[in-house]
């Protein structure tokens, strides 16, 4: 069972920045096609930004673009999500996962909460 742990999240103002990161605990990491999802309350998670495993192309949700940046560490089994510029709207919980083309999910991780508020 492969088993995500998210981290990173935290509470910084409007504008602020925050580095997310997820260690995955599996060892082929570096054959999976990756992506950071969020979910606000009561709502269902959506898709923030993802990576490819074969060639590392990214993509990113609209809101996110020039904002965000997701990268790996595959030697780390770690997943990165730069975060700048964030704004109250980005508050949300913030989940890694296989990306949404990649086959069957693993397992969700708790997650990493992001607050941003002045």
């Known amino acids: 069972q492969v088993q995500l742990v998210e981290s990173g999240g935290g509470l910084v103002q409007p504008g602020g920045s925050l580095t997310l990161s997820c260690v995955a605990s599996?060892?082929?990491?570096?054959?999976?096609?990756m992506a950071w999802y969020r979910q606000f309350p009561g709502k269902q998670r959506e898709l923030v930004a993802g990576?490819?495993?074969?060639?590392?192309?990214?993509y990113y949700e609209d809101s996110s673009k020039d904002r965000f940046t997701i990268s790996r560490d595959n030697a780390k089994n770690t997943l990165y999500l730069q975060m700048n510029s964030l704004r109250p709207e980005d508050t949300a919980v913030y989940y890694c996962?296989?990306?949404?083309?990649?086959?069957?999910?693993?397992?969700w991780g708790q997650g990493t909460q992001v607050t941003v508020s002045s």
């Open positions: 599996i060892d082929t990491f570096r054959l999976y096609h």
């Open positions: 996962n296989r990306g949404p083309s990649g086959g069957n999910m693993w397992p």
């Open positions: 990576m490819t495993a074969s060639d590392g192309k990214t």
